[in-house]
């Protein structure tokens, strides 16, 4: 079946560098890809649509100098999280919809900023 | 209203028991449903979809409601591994809602 690849699956950096998330759909090509947040015992919250070729497209709330999406091809896009800081502690998630029109998620990244 | 809202939980329930989840939603052009289950601090997976007026999976069943604008998630007989936090997923803009907590115990 379809599969998203994400990493890293955890991260710690220090408050004030950035950091790179990567999803990758393995084995078919997405056109869109979807990057969520979620909190501990909190929703999934969508932050941006990912379009390939295209900017992305923020959800309101969301800062889009802070949290830049690249789609540079058909199978990966990447979150940057921009000069992190410890507000910025959450577990990140992508998906991706297959051909079938199925929701496939990566397995997350757990970031830590201290 | 907000466009998906679930049944508070925590839901305790022992091995064995019935148990159902409701899911409300707001927007009726909505023709399809998700429901999904996630671990604690894993990505969700997909549980089952709705479509029509309803599915069926072994033990699960999802059912869609359009004149009340809900649909519910029916797991019979519970085991200790359904112990999980159900969403359900709202296409085409991929509302979550805050799902519910389902802890089965023996």
């Known amino acids: 079946g379809a599969v998203v690849s994400q990493h890293p699956s955890r991260v710690i950096c220090k408050s004030g560098t950035s950091v790179k998330i990567e999803c990758r759909s393995l084995?078919?090509?997405?056109?869109?890809m979807f990057w969520y947040r979620q909190f501990p015992k909190q929703s999934l919250m969508l932050m941006a649509t990912s379009n390939e070729g295209s900017k992305a497209t923020y959800e309101q709330g969301v800062e889009k100098d802070k949290f830049l999406i690249n789609h540079a091809s058909l199978t990966l896009s990447t979150l940057t999280v921009t000069s992190a800081h410890p507000e910025d502690s959450s577990f990140y998630i992508c998906s991706a919809y297959s051909r079938n029109e199925k929701l496939f998620f990566g397995s997350g990244t757990q970031l830590s900023v201290l | 209203r907000k466009e998906v809202e679930q049944d508070p939980g925590p839901f305790n329930v022992p091995e064995g028991a019935t148990v159902a989840f409701n899911c409300t939603y707001s927007n009726s052009a909505s023709q399809s449903f998700f429901w999904y289950r996630q671990d604690c601090r894993k990505e969700p997976k997909l549980l089952m979809s709705?479509?029509?007026s309803g599915n069926e999976d072994g033990r699960f069943t999802a059912q869609l409601n359009r004149a009340s604008q809900y649909i519910s998630l029916l797991i019979r007989d519970s085991k200790l591994s359904d112990s999980a936090t159900y969403l359900c997923v709202l296409p085409p803009a991929l509302i979550f809602g805050k799902g519910t907590t389902l802890s089965v115990s023996s």
């Open positions: 709705v479509y029509s």
């Open positions: 084995d078919f090509q997405a056109t869109t």
